[in-house]
């Protein structure tokens, strides 16, 4: 069992930036950050496969940078030029063993998510 705490969330305006952190009870090899808004369906945004092998989403690419620190189990996702859409409830997943992906299905485990609200 992994147990998976985010935390940085909060409301930023336009443009601005936040720093997510997704504190891990134990190393897993695959690490990832969903969203999700109401209404929709969770969305993958960006994954990291130990140090390097990162993914994105399109809507994301350029201005998240995902990364990991694996001597303290924690996961990182740094947000800039933020947009309105980037809102919603963003949550960390792990899996041990699958390759990750931008798929939820690629996931055993999830935190309980932090809220990000941008305002235009």
Do not use: H
């Not at 935390?7 to 305006?13: E, I, M, T």
């Not at 930036?17 to 969770?42: E, N, V």
């Not at 990291?48 to 001597?71: E, L, P």
């Not at 899996?95 to 996931?107: A, E, F, I, K, Q």
């Amino acid at each position: 069992q992994v147990q998976l705490v985010e935390s940085g969330g909060g409301s930023v305006q336009a443009g601005g930036s936040l720093r997510l952190s997704c504190a891990a009870s134990t190393y897993t090899y695959s690490m990832g950050w969903f969203r999700q808004t109401p209404g929709k369906p969770r969305e993958g945004v960006a994954t990291i496969a130990s140090i390097s092998n990162t993914g994105y989403a399109d809507s994301v690419k350029g201005r998240f940078t995902i990364s990991r620190d694996n001597a303290k189990n924690t996961l990182y996702l740094q947000m800039n030029s933020l947009k309105p859409e980037d809102s919603g409830m963003y949550y960390c997943a792990a899996d041990p063993v699958r390759w990750p992906t931008l798929r939820v299905g690629s996931y055993q485990y999830w935190g309980q998510g932090t809220q990000v609200t941008v305002s235009s």
